[in-house]
Structures are given as C-alpha cells and as structure tokens.
T-cell receptor, first 119, second 113 residues
C-alpha cells in the first residue's frame, strides 16, 4: 500500500527566513510526488511535482522540492518566506504502476501541514 | 475558463435526508474525482471516474454513489445522510496519466445534523 507522512502539523517561520515542510512516502514501485497548497475556504492548488529526472524540482511562487530516494522524502522548500505563504500544504504520492506495484492506485494525500509565516 | 465548479457551496441536512453534489469541469479532462476533507486526515478519495462511462470506488465509498453524466459532469449522491458525512467535499479533474496534476473545485461544506 502507498502512504504519505507529514510529520509536522504546524510549522512557524519568520518572514524572510527559509522554510521547509517535510514529507516522507512509501510506495511499491517508483513514486510520482506532488505538493499542493490550500488557502482558507479554497480548493487545493497544484504547486509542483516530481516524475523523474532532476531531484530538485522548481514550482510556483518560488517553491521548490527535493526528491531523496534513499530517505524516501520529498521536502518542500522556499529560500525566503512571505506572510502570504501562510496556508495548509499537502504532500501526495502515486506509484508509477510498474510491475512490482500491483493494481493501479490513485493519489494518496498526507494529513497536511499548516504553515504560518510571522511578520 | 471556469476550471472546476461545484454546487452548492454550503448545505445543511438532517439525518436521513438525501442530496446530490454537482461538479463540472471545462478543461476537457478525462478523469474526475470526489474527495472528502476532514481535520487532521488530509483528503480521502470517495469515488473516481477514469473516463466517461466508468466509475470506481476509492478509499471511503460507503454511503455514497456517483454518476459520470458526461465528460464534463460528475455528481456525488448521499442517499441517506449521516452525521459522519459532515465534511468538506472537493471535486477534482485531471488529464489521463498517473503523473498529471489534479485541478480542484472550491469545495462544498456539508453539515449533517
């Protein structure tokens, strides 16, 4: 079975400081990894994804994420946080449906991390 | 482009009542999804439709039914609402393919008394 863990329910960071939101995953095959952001009373918005290739993925609004296969992690990062980055962030995973992964599986989401950027 | 639209935005039901949540997308996507979001649990997949004419159960299908009316529309029906179905419901769509991102609607906040 595939799963995602976001170990921190809440992350606080000062404006202008770098931020990291952590995500680890478990899949049978190779992972497709996604980050989404949710602002209050809104639907989820796609930020970035890792499919294959370069381990550092760049996405919207200055966010990036680093894929680490040995640590099964896909942490979201931003060099300089903005107050407007305050939101709920979700990591999600789907396996690539390879021979070892069994039946097709849909996207599995983590429980979310609330990011608060303090002015 | 409106993207993914959902109606209604809010709904209050009494236990045992029924209702249908509507979803439509104008991005010509083949795949559509219904999720529920509960505090501390992320999003859980209720049903999905990989293409027009097909539907499949997700992680939490009990108490729900779906209809893929056409390529644009995917509805979710609660036949006999229960308090445990109090949640925020999101519809999403995507192009076919495991690596394609999903686009989400604004959500429906449902309370069952």
């Amino acid at each position: 079975a595939q799963s995602v863990a976001q170990p921190e329910d809440q992350v606080n960071v000062a404006e202008g400081n770098p931020l990291t939101v952590k995500c680890t995953y478990s899949v049978s095959g190779n992972p497709y990894l996604f980050w989404y952001v949710q602002y209050p009373n809104r639907g989820l918005q796609f930020l970035l994804k890792y499919i294959t290739g370069d381990n550092l993925v760049k996405g919207s609004y200055g966010f990036e994420a680093e894929f680490n296969k040995s640590q099964t992690s896909f942490h979201l990062k931003k060099p300089s946080a903005l107050v407007s980055d305050s939101a709920l962030y979700f990591c999600a995973v789907r396996d690539d449906g390879g021979i070892s992964s069994g039946s097709a599986r849909q996207l599995t989401f983590g429980s979310g991390t609330q990011l608060t950027v303090l002015p | 482009n409106a993207g993914v639209t959902q109606t209604p935005k809010f709904q209050v039901l009494k236990t045992g009542q029924s209702m249908t949540l509507q979803c439509a997308q104008d991005m010509n996507h083949n795949s559509m999804y219904w999720y529920r979001q509960d505090p501390g649990m992320g999003l859980r997949l209720i049903y999905y439709s990989a293409s027009e004419g097909t539907t499949d159960k997700g992680e939490v299908p009990n108490g729900y039914n779906v209809s893929r009316l056409n390529k644009r529309e995917f509805s979710l029906r609660l036949e006999s609402a229960a308090p445990s179905q109090t949640s925020v419901y999101f519809c999403a769509s995507s192009s076919s393919g495991r690596y394609n991102e999903q686009f989400f609607g604004p959500g429906t906040r449902l309370t069952v008394l």
